[in-house]
């Protein structure tokens, strides 16, 4: 699928589409994470435009005898669309997501840098799901 390196069909093809802005902070991380990985913006002129739409879910699981969560269970989940700017025409309408658990403890600093950490993760394997969807379907349009 990637012949030629960077300078191949479907490398040339997906450094194509442009990505639109996602609303929220783990839009701007899947969108960071998806411009780094299709190399988005070396070209002038796109061909495709993606389209991303964010649902995150962050919440609690195990609960310990007095009734406080120990356990807790991050979300993100992505419809994205890949249309293609010259004739309109939606190329791809997919889905991807992605969870992690959090381990709830005493220091709610701790906790929060878990919930960060997992957010980043989450946006970059994602982003992972999508571009390699995206490449795949370039790949067979051809």
């Given at each position: 699928?990637?012949?030629?390196?960077?300078?191949?069909?479907?490398?040339?093809?997906?450094?194509?589409?442009?990505?639109?802005?996602?609303?929220?902070?783990?839009?701007w991380?899947?969108?960071?994470?998806?411009?780094?990985?299709?190399?988005?913006?070396?070209?002038?002129d796109?061909?495709?435009r993606?389209?991303?739409?964010?649902?995150?879910?962050?919440?609690?699981?195990?609960?310990l005898?007095?009734?406080?969560?120990?356990?807790?269970?991050?979300t993100?989940?992505?419809?994205?669309?890949?249309?293609?700017?010259?004739?309109?025409?939606?190329?791809?309408?997919?889905?991807?997501?992605a969870?992690?658990?959090?381990?709830?403890?005493?220091?709610?600093?701790a906790?929060?840098?878990?919930?960060?950490?997992?957010?980043e993760?989450?946006?970059?394997?994602?982003?992972?799901?999508?571009?390699?969807?995206?490449?795949?379907?370039?790949?067979q349009s051809r």
């Amino acid at each position: 699928m990637y012949a030629g390196g960077g300078s191949g069909e479907v490398a040339r093809s997906v450094a194509a589409v442009q990505v639109s802005a996602i609303e929220g902070k783990a839009g701007w991380l899947v969108r960071n994470s998806l411009t780094d990985r299709l190399g988005a913006g070396m070209k002038q002129d796109p061909r495709y435009r993606l389209d991303v739409r964010l649902d995150e879910k962050l919440q609690g699981l195990g609960l310990l005898s007095d009734d406080a969560i120990s356990r807790e269970r991050r979300t993100l989940r992505a419809r994205y669309q890949l249309v293609d700017l010259r004739s309109g025409t939606i190329m791809l309408d997919a889905t991807a997501s992605a969870d992690a658990g959090i381990d709830v403890v005493s220091s709610e600093y701790a906790v929060i840098a878990a919930e960060q950490t997992a957010l980043e993760n989450l946006s970059h394997e994602i982003a992972d799901q999508i571009v390699t969807r995206v490449a795949t379907r370039l790949r067979q349009s051809r």
